[in-house]
């Protein structure tokens, strides 16, 4: 059964660091692995979505790497602001039919 | 703009008077699928639907049922509800193919609360 692990729980930077999030997983036979965001009471915001034969996906700040082998991918932040303050969400498609699994999230602070 | 709704946001209710969460998508997505949101759990899917008439149990099955009548429509139903069933709830939808590798959109939750 996949299991997908996010670590630190939680992270607090000062304004302008680059933010390192991490997520494992221990089944390497996955589709896709996607970032999202969740703010206080919202729902998930799709950041981005690496497929399997991918190595690493970029959108404007964002990079998100992907090592299948060792069953790893980290996202970056780079810059980070006070904006960027919410929860980091990995989630693996591992199945056909679409199910995710998802991490227990990385809750980040970015403080001014 | 494309985007998955879901209704009600919030409802407080008492145990055993049925309820339904409703959730629709504009993107003429094949896919939807409910989730669960439970501190210290993450999310954990209960149902899913490839299509329409086309529905399969989850993880966390137990106490609800869904249908898919319409593509858009993927309402969540809890017959007898019971004070367990307290979570965040997520209606998510995507295309779905041979190599699905789109993304999946997600609705803005529903928090329902069981006395």
């Known amino acids: 059964k996949q299991e997908v692990t996010q670590i630190p729980a939680a992270l607090s930077v000062p304004e302008g660091e680059n933010l390192v999030l991490n997520c494992s997983f221990t089944d390497s036979a996955i589709y896709n692995l996607q970032w999202f965001r969740q703010d206080p009471g919202k729902g998930l915001t799709s950041l981005l979505l690496i497929q399997s034969s991918q190595r690493e996906q970029t959108s404007g700040r964002l990079n998100a790497s992907l090592d299948k082998s060792s069953g790893r991918s980290t996202l970056y932040i780079a810059a980070s602001q006070p904006g960027d303050s919410a929860t980091y969400l990995c989630a693996v498609r591992s199945d056909s039919w679409g199910k995710l699994q998802f991490g227990a999230g990385t809750q980040v602070v970015v403080t001014p | 703009e494309a985007q998955v709704t879901q209704n009600p946001r919030y409802l407080i209710t008492v145990t055993g008077k049925k309820l339904t969460v409703t959730c629709s998508q504009n993107?003429?997505?094949?896919?939807m699928s409910w989730y669960r949101q439970d501190p210290g759990l993450g999310l954990r899917q209960i149902y899913y639907?490839?299509?329409?008439?086309?529905?399969d149990k989850g993880d966390v099955p137990e106490g609800y049922k869904v249908s898919r009548k319409e593509k858009r429509n993927f309402p969540l139903i809890l017959e007898s509800p019971s004070p367990n069933q307290t979570s965040l709830y997520f209606c998510a939808s995507s295309s779905w193919g041979p190599s699905n590798n789109q993304p999946q959109h997600f609705g803005d939750g529903t928090r329902l609360s069981i006395l």
């Open positions: 639907s490839m299509n329409v008439e086309v529905t």
């Open positions: 993107m003429n997505h094949e896919y």
